[in-house]
């Protein structure tokens, strides 16, 4: 544990927000410069557009886009993969997930297009959850919906249940490849409550939503669909036939943790644990089962930042977790006492300070890995 | 270290999503009842210790994943089972139908003395019923298995349907068995035979009562 608290230190670089250079960038953002209520994305400049740019460019920008030099972008990674402000959340989401473009200019013509776009799909399909074709799957959907997040209140309203519904239908018949899979469902509630709070003061998982404004809810809606079809896009071979992403990382997770910790993997052996076994789950639903919602949106803030956080830095974080629960796993004495441990790890008081000790692990591994893949090879 | 269990099994509820296969297995290990459960993905573990004719059973219960889209992985999980529990809902003639398909996919992937039985769950919802109690007595008999109703929601047959499976098991492994009950009239010979062995923990011990 000593080496973890020591690399955080020696590498404040990755995500001390307080360095001198990071003020002027941040400044927009802050949350003392924010109006009280973010009513339009559109008012918070949250992009440092005015910086100098580099002479690279984005391929396939049009004209407008000339004015968001790419720089802006990797501003904006760099001081998200730190965690965001809670009130810049929303915003930094949108623009991180590439569903809201950065060019300000355009940000408000995108999301009408997006958001009528989506309630034409409404239109257009989800009556069609009663046809042959599709009931088997709105069925499943319908079974699992009052199952996700059972213990917060928010997701047991019929508006939200009924917004959940209207989600993963659409993106299910639009995916056919993979169609609706258990686990994705829980891929909306972090997008769902970040959009949501921009418009709750206090208290989101008890808020009622049928007491917004129609508009908004329809936008909070819109937009929640847009950004989990971004996130299930760089993904979705973790949900298509045999499941083939899940079980490659499954087994990049046992490659990697016998070499970082043969100690563990060695137990595992010695106890017939496979990584399958606690593994799975973490990789399916990207760790929400095994971390409190409030938690997963920080892991968020993170794998947003990252370039292939959802697909690739993940693994690394997974087994930074797995780690994190050493002397623990070390101290088990057969079997079942390890597959309970594993598949019940205690994180319920966990926040921000353990999931950005976490992910400074994560990065340390990944930094070790990427630049020696063979690093550690046995 | 005294010894928590004679023997270990392992076995497995498999069934539709949403038949209450979470449900009746937190009911028989901690007698707990959540109407509105997290649903389960690939697979959970869960285990409990049964007396029976004075043998300590422990049973590592695997909780399965419903969706079709999970069954790579949950079939990987079917070899080593002992025991299975086929579970339908009595409200869902869906997940009656479906019983068949388990049932052939069991015999595929299963081992050949696997035990299975009948489970027709949520028997309190009697103003739901889409299936005859009759209908589960007639296909568990074409199965050569036996049939309970039962209900997570109200404690009914739930212990009944666990113990009974766990007898067929048992029954089933009666070689096993009967060596093990001489083993069992002479702890101490046991006791030595394990420290010899240099046996001394409970994943060891469970290695050797194991039938898998």
Same mark, same amino acid.
């Given at each position: 544990a000593?080496?973890f ?16 250079d990071d003020?002027?960038?941040?400044a ?7 109006p009280?209520?973010?009513h ?10 005015q910086?100098p740019?580099?002479t ?12 968001a ?34 060019n ?11 958001r009528?776009?989506?309630?034409g ?14 009931k ?10 009052p199952?996700?997040?059972p ?6 309203q019929?508006?939200?249940?009924e917004?959940?519904?209207r989600?993963?239908?659409?993106w299910?018949?639009r ?6 899979v ?8 972090p ?8 418009f ?15 508009d ?7 937009d929640s669909f847009?950004?989990?079809?971004k ?15 899940i ?8 490659e ?5 910790d043969?100690d563990?993997?060695n137990?595992?052996k ?16 990207l ?21 292939e956080?959802?697909?690739?830095f ?5 087994a ?18 390890l ?5 019940n790890?205690?994180t319920?008081?966990?926040?921000n ?9 994560a990065?340390?591994?990944k930094?070790?890995f ?9 | ?6 023997v270990l ?8 999503s ?6 009746l297995?937190?009911?028989f290990?901690d007698?707990?009842?959540?109407p ?18 004075g043998?300590? &059973?422990?049973?590592?219960i ?9 069954q790579?992985?949950t ?11 086929? &579970?339908?809902d009595?409200?869902s ?12 996919d069991v015999?595929e992937?299963?081992p ?18 889409? &299936? ?12 050569g ?8 929601s ?11 499976l ?7 492994n ?9 083993? &069992? ?28």
């Open positions: 000593s080496s608290h020591e690399f955080a230190r020696s590498t404040n670089d990755a995500w001390d927000i307080n360095d001198e003020e002027d960038l941040l927009p953002i802050h949350p003392s410069s924010l009280s209520t973010l339009s994305v559109h008012q918070v400049p949250p992009l440092p557009l910086q740019s580099d690279t460019r984005e391929p396939d920008t049009g004209p407008a886009d000339r004015l030099p790419p720089t802006a972008e990797e501003e904006l990674r760099k001081h998200s993969w730190s965690g965001i402000p809670r009130e810049v959340r929303p915003i930094t989401w949108r623009l991180l997930s590439g569903y809201l473009p950065a300000m200019e355009r940000r408000d013509l995108v999301l009408k297009r997006k009528d776009e989506y309630f799909f409404i239109e257009q399909y989800y009556h069609s959850r009663t046809d042959e074709t599709y088997d799957t709105y069925r499943q959907i319908h079974i699992d919906i199952r996700t997040n213990l917060i209140p928010l997701f047991q019929p508006t939200v249940q917004v959940f519904e989600i993963l239908f659409i299910a018949i995916h056919p490849a993979s169609g609706y258990q686990g994705i469902n829980d891929l909306v509630t997008f769902f409550v970040v959009f949501l709070s921009e709750v003061v206090e208290d989101v998982e008890n808020f009622d939503v049928a007491s917004l404004p129609l908004t809810q329809r936008n909070i809606e819109a847009w950004c989990m079809t996130l299930l896009d760089g993904i979705q071979d973790n949900y298509t036939f045999a499941q083939p992403g079980q490659n990382n499954v087994k990049a997770l046992e990697l943790v016998s070499r970082i043969e563990i993997h137990y595992f010695r106890y017939e644990v496979e990584y399958l076994q606690f593994a799975f789950r973490w990789m399916n639903n760790l929400m089962r095994e971390l409190p919602l409030r938690c997963t949106i920080r892991l968020w803030d993170t794998y947003q930042a990252e370039q956080g959802f697909s690739h993940h693994l690394y974080v997974c930074a977790f797995l780690i994190e629960w050493r002397k623990e796993i070390l101290s088990m004495v057969d079997f079942q006492g597959l309970m441990l594993l598949q790890l205690p319920i008081h966990w926040g300070e353990e999931v950005g000790l976490l992910l400074a692990e990065y340390r591994l930094y070790m990427a630049d020696a893949p063979n690093h550690y090879r046995r | 270290m005294a010894k928590q269990y004679d099994f392992r076995l497995l509820l498999l069934g539709d949403g038949v209450g296969k979470t449900c297995l937190c009911r290990t007698n707990e009842f959540h509105s459960h997290i649903s389960t993905i690939g697979v959970d573990f869960k285990m409990k210790t049964l007396e029976i004719d043998i300590k &059973v422990r049973i590592q695997w909780d399965t994943a419903g969706q079709e889209r999970y790579t992985i079939k990987q999980y079917y070899r080593r089972a002992q025991g299975i529990f086929l &579970v339908y009595i409200t003639e869906r997940s009656f139908q479906h019983i068949m398909k388990w049932a052939s015999d992937y299963a050949d003395n696997i035990q299975r039985i009948l489970i027709g769950n949520k028997s309190d919802e009697e103003e739901k019923r889409q &299936v005859a109690t009759g209908q589960g007595n007639k296909l568990a008999k074409d199965y298995m036996d049939f309970f109703e039962t209900s997570a109200t404690n009914y047959n739930i212990t009944e349907s666990f113990t009974r766990a007898e067929q098991v048992l029954a089933a009666k070689k096993d068995l009967d060596l093990l009950r001489a083993s &069992v009239t002479d702890e101490l010979n046991l006791a030595a035979l394990e420290e010899e062995e240099g046996i001394t923990d409970g994943a060891a011990a469970s290695q050797k009562g194991c039938w898998c």
